[in-house]
């Protein structure tokens, strides 16, 4: 209940609002002085000592009562139903400081979620051709649309005639097209609209443009609406590539357009209030005003339909406003809204909606971790047995960071739960032999250890490394890969099968049907961005919930691995094993490439070897096929006839594989032409020089990896990148980025930055839901507070079981689709 004299300010401006809306908002045409009776009201209710939320509705009121006795009769009435709102939220309880949300039955829930997955098709003013752009763009459904959020917020809630524009300023100001042509300036070419309105001229430029489409787009006589920063140049205001919005010409092919004036309806949209800008793709951003319409209809018939359950305490605590408000608000927002906010993804409508994907991402990752947890495993006696004597065969002593990641893992394998343990290093770190210490503690128990490699070569590469250790201890081990025939697999399957073999190395192919083990203890999976989460659970599977360890060497920030791997324990190995030489890293063009022959053979002459990198582009395996060949062809004739040049690509047999890297090993073969199979986890101390070419082409992660074949043994080396012109902005920047650092953690920020994580890690691949809002780096303070929440939510309720948080729960299975396994949550 409100205080005494709010109720009655209440009361007040209850009544003209219910004649207002009598008899079908016909009464409209009858109410009068509704302004100056609702602004004597206000004046009494602001002097009250009221929350800031009520300050805020009754400033929202007066901002829709301004002007109102003026308007036209569509436009009351879309004010009135704006007011009737406002009143609604006023009256609610002040106990809870934020509008109240109804809590909506279960039928009702039901039936929102069914009439948010309506096509939108089905939304007026959705034609054919739009709906095939929207298809593109992936929305679907009106909730996709509501998703749709705008690209841009620009402000007009005043517009400027021309004399009013102030210079330094970010400005709306509206006119009409007096010219259009290209101009230039000295060598610069620009595109340059004149503006007129009654009080002045103002010029449009735009320095890079594309001059047929820009001449094709405004006629003489048009009327635009723009905005942006405004300069003086030679005494005459002009805006750089206006935001900019054409208002007649849409107008006509719009079936509700053709009026003579805009209906008074679409002036609330698109004029005098906080407009949004929708995306930029073909086809949309030329129907600015199209789209606008089409969202302004789905967010007002389906906004409100929006709810994802989340508790209404953590709501509170989090300052959340209901996800409907945030859908409204971040389409249309209110007059007083902040615009810097909005066009940061900062303001409370934007911080709702990431903080709701955070929520239900990590609601998952909690259920993930806590469902492990729960489980029981294999507690493995420990008995060193194997390991020790492994120890004493080693011609190094392990760093101080494997031996402390070790005990880490020891400690998860006593324990009778399974383990899910994250173990990161950077290329060169020493994982390998951390993962065989590892299985050897689940061997030494009587289990099995498997250990999957994203490729063919890796995983022969593992094996070679392996095999001779571990047969020095009597036990046997063996590769599993798809390019075994029929015959060796099935009889390695009976093999295994009968647990004689002790430890199996493989690809993928080890966790395809029909590859059963006696006892599997201990899953190793390495290079684990390679792999999905669901990779990982199948290989899971072929024991009975054993441990499982991934290790990767793509260093994750630790925020973001912690959400990426949340159901994980993260392990780091920090340090490299001692006596590693520096990596130069330089970068050439083709014209230089005679330079980089130069250094080749030179070191060659020293006595070391050398790898030269071709890149897989998409699709085109064949074409650099052939160029690596051709390429160790002219090497070998022309340039090096003294050295001896091997090739080794993916196509090649695993004994022709395994030939060639033994070769290259025993320095038989001096410089080694490859395609991109070399790019994780082969191991060759004396290779001193790194040549990869096309390099703009590479990711800098894959950049890093490759680098990282060379600079294990003493000797200084070098990382050769030939790159070719045309770069990009974003080659040009990866190639500085490797010139600068070897620090693969740095390097991992850098390409974080550059790319995004959701290209770095991909949430299709990783398993994670999808975000359509959130971004990992911008908003990484949320994604802790989320996480902080959801942990706190599962620890009280493990299973999701408690009533109120059933609609939370359907709205987990939801974003996950099945990518969760739900089992225990039923
Ligand atoms: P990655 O972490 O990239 O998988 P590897 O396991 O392939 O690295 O190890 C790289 C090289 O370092 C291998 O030749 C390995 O034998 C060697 N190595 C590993 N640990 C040590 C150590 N503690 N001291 C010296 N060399 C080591
Ligand atoms: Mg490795």
Redesign the pocket.
């Known amino acids: 209940m409100a205080p005494p004299e709010l109720q009655q300010i209440l009361e007040a401006i209850e009544k003209p609002l219910l004649f207002a809306s009598g008899h079908d908002y016909s009464n409209l045409k009858t109410l009068k002085g509704l302004e100056p009776y609702m602004a004597l009201w206000l004046e009494k209710a602001l002097i009250l000592p009221l929350s800031q939320r009520r300050q805020d509705l009754f400033n929202r009121l007066r901002t829709q009562i301004k002007g109102f006795d003026e308007m036209g009769l569509a436009l009351k009435k879309a004010r009135v139903l704006e007011i009737q709102k406002i009143y609604n939220d006023l009256k609610c309880d002040d106990s809870a400081p934020l509008p109240c949300q109804p809590w909506p039955t279960q039928a009702e829930f039901h039936q929102h979620h069914k009439d948010l997955h309506t096509s939108i098709q089905f939304i007026k003013g959705v034609g054919p051709r739009l709906s095939a752009i929207l298809k593109k763009k992936n929305i679907l459904t009106v909730e996709d649309a509501l998703y749709f959020l705008p690209r841009a917020y620009q402000d007009r809630r005043q517009i400027k005639t021309i004399s009013q524009l102030t210079v330094g300023k970010m400005e709306t100001v509206m006119g009409t097209v007096l010219r259009a042509d290209m101009s230039y300036y000295g060598k610069r070419r620009t595109f340059e609209l004149a503006i007129g309105d009654e009080t002045g001229t103002l010029a449009a430029k735009w320095f890079n443009f594309n001059p047929r489409y820009m001449k094709g787009r405004f006629r003489k006589g048009m009327r635009l609406i723009l905005s942006g920063e405004v300069r003086l140049f030679q005494f005459q205001k002009e805006i750089h590539h206006p935001e900019l919005e054409i208002i007649e010409e849409e107008e006509q092919t719009h079936q509700e357009g053709t009026q003579t004036g805009p209906p008074a309806k679409e002036e609330s949209i698109h004029f005098g209030r906080i407009v949004p800008v929708y995306s930029e793709t073909e086809g949309l951003y030329q129907r600015q005003r199209l789209i606008r319409r089409i969202m302004k209809n789905v967010s007002d018939l389906f906004a409100q339909k929006a709810f994802s359950g989340i508790p209404e305490e953590v709501c509170q605590r989090q300052n959340l406003i209901p996800l409907s408000e945030a859908f409204r608000k971040a389409h249309f927002p209110d007059a007083e809204d902040n615009i810097t906010l909005l066009n940061e993804g900062k303001s409370p409508a934007h911080r709702r909606l990431i903080f709701d994907e955070f929520f239900f991402l990590e609601i998952g990752l909690a259920l993930r971790r806590s469902g492990a947890v729960m489980e029981t495993g294999i507690a493995f006696p420990v008995t060193h047995l194997y390991t020790n004597q492994l120890r004493q065969l080693l011609p190094?002593?392990?760093?101080p960071a494997?031996e402390r990641v070790l005990s880490e893992i020891e400690s998860d394998m006593r324990q009778p739960h399974p383990m899910n343990r994250l173990l990161q290093?950077?290329?060169?770190?020493?994982?390998?032999?951390v993962a065989l210490i590892a299985g050897l503690m689940a061997i030494e128990g009587g289990y099995q250890m498997a250990l999957m490699a994203p490729t063919e070569i890796l995983a022969e590469q593992h094996f070679l490394?392996i095999r001779p250790l571990v047969e020095k201890l009597g036990l046997r081990t063996a590769l599993l890969t798809s390019s075994l025939k029929k015959s060796q697999k099935e009889s390695l399957g009976k093999e295994i099968r009968a647990g004689t073999i002790h430890m199996v190395i493989g690809t993928h192919a080890l966790i395809q049907e029909g590859v059963e083990f006696h006892r599997l203890g201990l899953a190793i999976i390495?290079e684990q961005h390679k792999f999905g989460v669901l990779q990982r659970a199948n290989l899971k599977k072929k024991g009975y919930n054993p441990d499982v360890l991934v290790?990767t060497?793509t260093p994750i920030p630790r925020t973001l691995a912690m959400t990426l791997y949340g159901d994980l324990e993260i392990s780091v190995?920090d340090q490299l094993?001692?006596?590693r030489g520096t990596i130069t890293t330089r970068v050439f063009n083709e014209k230089e490439r005679f330079r980089v022959y130069r250094i080749l053979r030179e070191e060659i002459s020293k006595g070391k070897q050398a790898y030269v990198v071709y890149p897989l582009v998409e699709e085109s395996e064949r074409l650099d096929l052939k160029d690596a060949t051709q390429m160790a062809k002219h090497l070998q004739r022309d340039i090096f006839p003294e050295f001896k040049v091997g090739l080794i690509h993916g196509r090649l047999k695993s004994e022709e594989k395994e030939t060639i890297m033994a070769d290259f090993k025993s320095q038989r073969i001096h410089i080694l032409v490859s395609t991109i199979v070399i790019e994780v986890?082969i191991?060759v101390?004396n290779a001193s020089v790194m040549v990869i070419e096309h390099a703009e082409r590479f990711g800098l992660s894959q950049l890093h990896q490759l680098r990282?074949r060379v600079g294990?043994g003493k000797a200084p080396s070098q990382c050769l990148l030939i790159a070719q012109y045309p770069r990009t902005e974003e080659a040009q920047q990866r190639l500085r980025v490797m010139e600068q650092t070897t620090d693969g953690f740095q390097i991992a920020e850098e390409d974080l930055s550059i790319r995004g994580p959701g290209e770095l890690l991909g949430t299709q691949q990783s398993g994670l839901p999808d975000f359509r809002v959130a971004n990992f780096v911008r908003d990484v303070h949320l994604l802790g507070e989320a996480r902080k929440e959801a942990f706190s939510t599962i620890s009280r309720d493990p299973i999701l079981s408690l009533p109120e948080h059933l609609f939370m729960k359907e709205t987990l299975k939801e974003r996950w689709k099945g990518r969760l396994e739900l089992a225990t949550i039923g």
């Open positions: 190094f002593a392990l760093t494997q290093g950077d290329v060169g770190s020493g994982k390998t032999i490394n390495d290790m060497a190995i094993p001692p006596g986890g191991d101390p990282g294990r």
